[in-house]
C-alpha cells in the first residue's frame, strides 16, 4: 500500500507527517517539527530574509532524508501566508526544489482552511456536527463554520501570530500604546468574520495550532493550581490527552490580559507556553479572546490535527476511490465547481447534457484516451463551467472562461488542477492547445497530452449539444483497432446539425488519437 508525505511550510514553523495506507485508513509512520519563523521578516519587510530561508532550507533536508528513509510514495508541499505575502517567494521555491526536488504549492488562506476542515472532521470525535473550526497559525487565521462533516462558510484573517508580534508588539512587555493598536487591529478584521459568519451557534468549537494548545494547556495549569498540596490528580500531570485541551471564554480573556503585562522571560515560565511560544503568544491569546467574545462562544477544544493531515487525507481519498474521505471530497468539489456556476449565472439545464455526454464519452473511450481516472471529474467541471466567460463578455468568452476558472477558488482543487481544467474549458473555439502557449507552459510537461485528450472529449460533447431546443441526442459508441463509430439517436429536433459538427471534429479527433472519428445517424 502506498505511503504519503506530506509537508506544511508555515509562518512560523514548518511540519512534516508521513503515513502509510493501511486497510483504507491512514497509520502515522513519522512527524517532525521545527520553528523557523519564515515569517518573521516578510511581515517586516515584504520578504523572506536570507537567513529564515536558510532555516527552513536546513529543516526541509531533513525532513527530505526521513521521506527517503520511508520509501515515500507521494510527497505534496504546500506554503501559507508567509508565501503568498512574500515578493521573493519564487526565489525561495526555486532554492527548496534544488534542494529537494519538491515543487512547493503556494494555498490561499481559503484553500487552507478547507484542509485544515478535511483533516479535523475525517480524524477528530465529534466534528460532525455543527461546530466551528478556529486555525490560527504564525500569519493567518481560518475560521470556518461545519456542519454534517461539510463546510458551511468560512474566512480567512490576516491575524497570525507572527504577523501581529511582528507589525504590534515590539517592546518587553509591550506597551499600552502597542496593545491598544493591536486590539484595534484585530476588532477591524473580526468584523470581516462577523459579518461572514454572523454568531454561529454551534455544539463544539475545535481550536487547532500551537497557540490554541499554549492557551488550553496554561488555562488547565491555571485551573488546577487550587489543588490541594499533595494530592495525586490526573489534571495536575501534563496535559496531553485531546479531550482534556479546553479553555474556556474567561479563562482566555484573563490569560491574554496577564500575558500582556509580562516580559517574554515571565511568559516563557508558564506552564504550558514555553520559550519560543512565549515570544508570539500574546497577539494570538487576544484574538482568540476577542473572537471567542464576539461570537458569543463559550470556549473551545484543542485538536492536535491541522494542515498535514488535511492534505493526508486528500491523498489517501485520490489514491482510494473506497474510502468515505474520498466522497466526501468529490462531494466537496462538486459543490465547488457548482458554486462558480451560480455566482456566473450559467444555466445548470443547457450545461447538464453536456456533462451527462462527457461521461458517456469518457467511460466508452476509455481504452481510446487512456486518461487518470480524476480526468473524468476534471472533464465535467470544464463542462459546467464552459460558459463562465460569458459572463463578461460573450466574444472572445473562451479566454475569459479560462481566466476565471483559473483564478476561482473552488474547494478541493489545487491550482495546478484549476489549471488543468481552466485549459479544458478554454479549447472550444477555433484554437487548438499548443505547448507554447503561456497557459500550457503553466501546466507540467508530462500533463500536456492529457490535456489535448480531454479537450477533444470536451469538443465532442459540445458539438452534440448545438440544438438546445430539441430534446438531447442519445448516443452509442463503437470502439475498433483503427476506427471510433459515434452512433447518434436523434431527439425530436433530429440529429444532423450534431452529425455535422461531429464531422467537423474528426481530423482533430484523429491527430489526437491517430483513430477515424465516423458518425451515423440511426
Not at 536570507?50 to 526521513?66: C, G, N, Q, S, V
Not at 503568498?84 to 515543487?103: C, H, I, K, M, Q
Not at 465529534?126 to 456542519?147: F, K, M, N, P
Amino acid at each position: 500500500m502506498p505511503t504519503f508525505a506530506a509537508i506544511d511550510i508555515g509562518s512560523n514553523s514548518c511540519r512534516l507527517k508521513i503515513a502509510a495506507v493501511q486497510m483504507h485508513r491512514l497509520k502515522t509512520l513519522h512527524e517532525d517539527r521545527e520553528v523557523t519563523r519564515l515569517g518573521e521578516s516578510v511581515f517586516q519587510t515584504g520578504s523572506i530574509s536570507p537567513e529564515a530561508m536558510a532555516a527552513t532550507i536546513r529543516a526541509l533536508r531533513r525532513f527530505h532524508k526521513a521521506v527517503q528513509m520511508h520509501v515515500v510514495d507521494k510527497v505534496r508541499v504546500v506554503a501559507t501566508s508567509a508565501m503568498r505575502d512574500a515578493r521573493n517567494a519564487d526565489a525561495f521555491t526555486e532554492w527548496v526544489r534544488s534542494a529537494t526536488g519538491w515543487n512547493v504549492e503556494v494555498i490561499s488562506g481559503l484553500e487552507e482552511g478547507r484542509l485544515i476542515h478535511l483533516g479535523v472532521v475525517t480524524h477528530e470525535v465529534g466534528a460532525r456536527g455543527r461546530c466551528l473550526l478556529i486555525d490560527l497559525g504564525g500569519g493567518s487565521c481560518e475560521v470556518t463554520v461545519s456542519e454534517g462533516g461539510r463546510i458551511k462558510s468560512m474566512v480567512s484573517l490576516s491575524l497570525g501570530a507572527v504577523r501581529l508580534q511582528e507589525e504590534f508588539l515590539r517592546g518587553d512587555p509591550p506597551t499600552k500604546e502597542d496593545i491598544a493598536r493591536l486590539k484595534q487591529y484585530i476588532d477591524r478584521e473580526l468584523r470581516k468574520a462577523e459579518r461572514r459568519l454572523g454568531t454561529p451557534r454551534v455544539s463544539l468549537v475545535i481550536a487547532t495550532s500551537g497557540t490554541a494548545a499554549a492557551l488550553a494547556e496554561a488555562s488547565g495549569h491555571a485551573r488546577n493550581a487550587h489543588t490541594a498540596k499533595g494530592k495525586k490528580s490526573l489534571a495536575r500531570k501534563r496535559i496531553d490527552h485531546v479531550g482534556a485541551m479546553t479553555a474556556n471564554t474567561t479563562e482566555v480573556r484573563k490569560l491574554a490580559e496577564r500575558l500582556a503585562k509580562m516580559t517574554n522571560a515571565e511568559r516563557a515560565s508558564i506552564q504550558g507556553i514555553g520559550p519560543r511560544r512565549s515570544e508570539i503568544i500574546v497577539g494570538g491569546a487576544f484574538v482568540y479572546a476577542d473572537l471567542l467574545d464576539r461570537m458569543k462562544l463559550k470556549g473551545y477544544r484543542y485538536s492536535p490535527l491541522g494542515l498535514r493531515d488535511g492534505m493526508l487525507a486528500q491523498m489517501l481519498a485520490e489514491a482510494d476511490l473506497r474510502t468515505s474521505v474520498h466522497q466526501k471530497m468529490e462531494g466537496e468539489r462538486w459543490a465547488g465547481v457548482l458554486e462558480v456556476c451560480k455566482r456566473y449565472n450559467i444555466e445548470q439545464r443547457k450545461v447538464e447534457p453536456v456533462r451527462q455526454h462527457v461521461a458517456q464519452l469518457f467511460d466508452a473511450l476509455d481504452r481510446v484516451h487512456e486518461l487518470p481516472a480524476e480526468y473524468r471529474l476534471w472533464l465535467e467541471s470544464a463542462a459546467m463551467m464552459q460558459e463562465a466567460g460569458k459572463f463578461m463578455n460573450h466574444q472572445g468568452h473562451h479566454r475569459h472562461t479560462q481566466y476565471i476558472i483559473a483564478n476561482s477558488e473552488i474547494f478541493g482543487f489545487s491550482p495546478e488542477q484549476r489549471a488543468i481544467v481552466s485549459a479544458i474549458a478554454r479549447y472550444l473555439g477555433k484554437t487548438r492547445p499548443d505547448p507554447m502557449d503561456r497557459l500550457m507552459r503553466s501546466i507540467p510537461v508530462e500533463e500536456h497530452t492529457n490535456v489535448m485528450r480531454s479537450v477533444v472529449i470536451l469538443r465532442l460533447a459540445a458539438a452534440l449539444n448545438q440544438d438546445r431546443a430539441s430534446a438531447v441526442v442519445k448516443i452509442r459508441t463503437h470502439v475498433y483497432p483503427k476506427r471510433v463509430v459515434l452512433e447518434l439517436v436523434p431527439g425530436r429536433g433530429g440529429a444532423e446539425l450534431e452529425a455535422w459538427s461531429i464531422k467537423k471534429e474528426a481530423p482533430y479527433f484523429r491527430e489526437v488519437f491517430r483513430r477515424e472519428l465516423l458518425v451515423e445517424v440511426a
